[in-house]
């Protein structure tokens, strides 16, 4: 006896299916599985999204770790200055 293997060909087939991989669960199709080799790695079917990211200058992370590291070594002195 054969398995059961539908062939869906679009989205609208599978209402309230996602067979694209964005979420965290999602199908993939039977034939793109066998067109890929029988390759079963998330990463060949997972969509990645990414996302841009802005930083700030890195003179301006670089001033404030001194500001940082300035604010620290002052709380220190007043510690050692307990002791």
Do not use: C
């Amino acid at each position: 006896m054969m398995p059961y293997t539908p062939t869906y060909t679009n989205h609208a087939a599978l209402p309230g299916i996602e067979t694209a991989g964005s979420n965290q669960h999602f199908m993939v199709l039977f034939e793109e599985i066998k067109a890929n080799d029988w390759d079963m790695s998330v990463n060949r079917y997972k969509e990645v999204e990414y996302e841009e990211v802005e930083y700030e200058a890195p003179a301006n992370i670089i001033n404030s770790i001194k500001q940082i590291d300035q604010n620290r070594n002052a709380l220190l002195q007043k510690l050692e200055e307990l002791l």
